[in-house]
């Protein structure tokens, strides 16, 4: 894949995350949420919330596999700290790294944006807490989507052994798929909040690749 693709995969998943909070916050818009919240795509949320349920183990799973997940940024935060040791300069750390840092420091931006900017709440209130709080895009996805597939994308210049490579990818694919099921087998989450994890950080994942493939140029 091209890097212009991959630029127009990252446009493609804004314009989609663009038209999906458009639709959340004026198509079948209805009060249907824990203290009467206003939710967009409303008999389709219910319908997704009604047939996964409500299981508390997969609250607990997907807890844990949040753990797991940001386990990659601690490696490669050691792998950059090694580096500099070694070589002694902030210059000679690889440049993939930094572009990393940056993609991280991105998605914390758009979940702190959307902490503030509300599009959805969830669908039940959380244990300890008073009040219904925000649930779109859901947290749990864009970070096991963004850290968890950006380790994806950089297992081929870090593991050099072709079968180790391929259990990585394939646990890491693991984390990502039960991460997104299990917040909705959670009952935490409405369906749109899952797709909208994955659109955004869809967009920040295509970006990545496309900015290493620049890096990798020059």
């Known amino acids: 894949m091209n890097t212009k693709t991959k630029f127009t995969i990252a446009g493609v998943c804004g314009i989609l995350l663009a038209i999906l909070i ?22 389709l949320n219910k319908a997704a919330n009604e047939f996964f349920g409500q299981h508390d183990i997969w609250y607990d799973i997907t807890k844990k596999l ?20 070694k070589r002694k300069s902030l210059l000679k ?9 940056g993609l991280y420091v991105a998605i914390i931006g758009v979940y702190a944006l959307f902490e503030k900017v509300i599009i959805n709440y969830r669908p039940m209130i959380m244990a300890g807490d008073e009040h219904v709080e925000a649930s779109f895009p859901s947290s749990h996805t864009l970070l096991a989507c963004g850290i968890v597939g950006s380790t994806i ?6 593991i050099k052994n072709d079968k ?9 694919l693991l984390i990502i798929f039960f991460t997104a099921i299990g917040r909705l087998l959670a ?22 690749s496309g900015v290493r493939d620049i890096i990798d140029r020059n």
């Open 22 to 43: 458009v639709m959340l916050k004026t198509v079948d818009v209805a009060p249907i949420g824990p203290e009467g919240t206003s939710i967009g795509l409303s008999h």
């Open 66 to 85: 949040g753990y797991v997940g940001v386990l990659p940024l601690l490696i490669f935060a050691l792998v950059g700290l090694v580096q500099l040791i």
């Open 93 to 101: 750390i690889d440049k993939d790294l930094y572009a990393l840092a």
């Open 153 to 158: 994308i950089l297992l081929s210049k870090y």
């Open 164 to 172: 180790l490579r391929m259990v990585l990818t394939i646990i890491c």
């Open 187 to 208: 009952g935490v989450h409405w369906l749109t909040d899952v797709i909208g994890g994955i659109l955004a950080s869809g967009i920040l994942l295509a970006a990545f």
